[in-house]
């Protein structure tokens, strides 16, 4: 596989208000676990392969267990999720996937006792910047694999 083109060099301005944008959701308050899962998860729903590399590395290096990442697209049958991973990642393929509709009251009443009216505005943030690094990384066909994270984060241990 070949990259198309480098929207980092053609759009630089665009580039770096995204990094801006990144950077704003990474300090918002919520947990660079959740982030991260969050992530993972809208890039396996969108087939990012460069962002499934990066945010997989991301959080093998904060310790995350392969077991947590291995079952993350079966969340729901899986018992290794808090109630508070689950609720995020139920908001995140509910914003991600538009197709069937909007995002329904039901899922906001189940998530909306896991987050405050700001964290459940910078999750949906999270996820839209996630889904706009997907969707440019694969119209540009950025190629995988040469990821590394630039500094490992602490995983919070579930209670």
């Known amino acids: 596989m070949e990259p198309r083109f480098n ?4 759009s630089p301005g665009a580039f770096q208000a995204m990094l801006a944008f990144s950077k704003y959701v990474h300090e918002c308050g919520l947990p660079e676990s959740i982030l ?3 992530f993972l998860r809208a890039s396996q729903i969108n087939g990012c392969a460069w962002c499934l590399d990066m945010h997989w590395k991301d959080l093998r290096a904060s310790g995350e267990t392969e077991q947590r990442l291995y079952s ?3 969340w729901r049958e899986s018992p290794f999720y808090s ?3 689950r609720a995020a990642l139920k908001w995140t393929e509910a914003v ?4 069937d509709g909007h995002v329904t009251d039901q899922v906001y009443q189940e998530v909306r006792p896991f987050f405050n009216d700001k ?3 910078d999750l949906t943030l999270a996820v839209v910047v996630i889904n706009g690094w997907n969707r440019l990384n694969i119209s540009a066909r950025n190629v995988p694999g040469d990821y590394q994270p630039a500094k490992p984060f602490r995983v919070e241990k579930r209670a």
């Not at 929207?7 to 053609?10: F, G, L, T």
């Open 7 to 10: 929207y980092a060099k053609a």
């Open 36 to 38: 991260n899962l969050v």
């Open 72 to 74: 993350l697209d079966a």
């Open 83 to 85: 109630d508070r991973e």
């Open 96 to 99: 991600t996937v538009l197709s």
């Open 119 to 121: 964290e459940l505005s």
